[in-house]
């Protein structure tokens, strides 16, 4: 099951982008109408509003009156974020139970006005966030007979633009009307959403492209590094005891494949057993390797790991799970931190590349011609760097 977070501000256009996920195939959970659901008249939610807002937030057939709420929380932060610990909890729980319900080969979206103030976006493989100017937004909002005003003030109780883009994989800007809208809906389903949702149900990671490409530096990657890593955060716990981004594509200004590493720090890698039913359902799929042994580490069993790649087509993501102080633990963040700090380094590295790009073919064939250079040039200088720096590998 692939399991994918729709959100925007209000006025933005999620509801069409909902609307047309639905219509592609996607099992649509709203939680807009869930927050009605959870405080319809007769439910427990309905009798904890009451509780703590009083009577006068009910209509005269004894139902929620959502404008009389809506005059109290919207100019009153403290309110609202007390109304929110009654409803949300009881959204989450009610949306968990309809998508259990759901197919396991099912594409589930839910669509949460909140995604960025609640924290829920680790919990899903995909997150979208719909966006559109101001003061369209506001104008739709006018349309629907909401005054300025208030229209303002629901605007700006929200999270921002920023702030929702933190947190989601993809931003689906509305701006030139339905049809342009529901075009790039489509676009993103066709080429993102139902290659991902296969690649969950064959329990597979997307390959990275066997045809050997590097692009700029794109700012976009730490982004994206930050995305996985919340999302590795949220199945190992504590059992992580640092991830990092490592690699070219952790480094600015580097050209590299458009592929991100990560590296995630373990006590031992049999501490990762019991994760990895949970490691599969968030979309992360691997074995055990070996990196390269160095002149200094000859054993192999030194240098074992395992390597897990990611499902999303549109984040292609090699995670290394390596014992902490192991020689490829240590390297891989002493390498990044030389690379950012020798600006003499990066041009180097930046020249081998290029020069061993020139003679491969494929992803594979540059990777095994890299080896060389790491064991002349990149391991003795890099930890050259280190002695006289002072640099350590760090603990947490």
Known sequence: MLRVALTGGIGAGKSTVAAKLSELGARVIDADALSREVVAPNTEGLAAVVSRFGPEVLDTDGALDRAELAK?????????????????????????????AMPEDAIVVQDIPLL??????????????????????LERL???????????????????DA???EVCDVVIHNRDGRE?????????????????????????????????QFVESDPAWPRRFEHLAARLRRVLGPTAIRIDHVGSTAVAGL?????IDIQVTVLSLPLLDPFEEALGDAGFYG???????????????????????YADPGNVAHVHFRPIDSPGQRFALLFRDWMR???????????????LAAKADSTSEYAEAKEPWFDHEGWPRANRWAAETGWHAPVC
Request: charge should be neutral; proline fraction near 9%; hydrophobic fraction near 40%.
């Open 72 to 100: 109290i929380v919207f100019s009153n932060p403290p309110a609202r974020a007390e109304l929110e610990a009654i409803v949300h909890p009881r959204v989450r729980t009610r949306a968990r139970e309809l998508t259990d």
């Open 116 to 137: 960025a103030e609640t924290g829920q976006a680790p919990g899903f493989h995909l997150n979208i966030d719909v966006e559109a100017p101001r003061e369209l937004r």
């Open 142 to 160: 006018a349309e629907r007979g909401l005054p300025r005003e208030d229209a303002i003030r629901r605007i700006d109780a929200q999270a921002s």
């Open 163 to 165: 702030e929702r883009r």
């Open 180 to 212: 342009d809208l529901e075009r790039r809906v489509a676009m993103l389903w066709e080429e993102r959403i139902v290659p991902y949702a296969e690649n969950v149900q064959a329990g597979r990671a997307e390959p990275r492209p066997e045809k050997l």
């Open 255 to 259: 050209p590299a494949k458009d592929v």
């Open 287 to 309: 074995r055990v390797m070996h990196d390269a042994p160095k002149p200094e580490f000859p054993d192999p069993a030194a240098w074992e790991k395992r390597l897990y790649g």
């Open 341 to 355: 700090a020798d600006a003499a380094a990066r041009t180097d590295y930046a020249q081998a590349k290029g020069v």
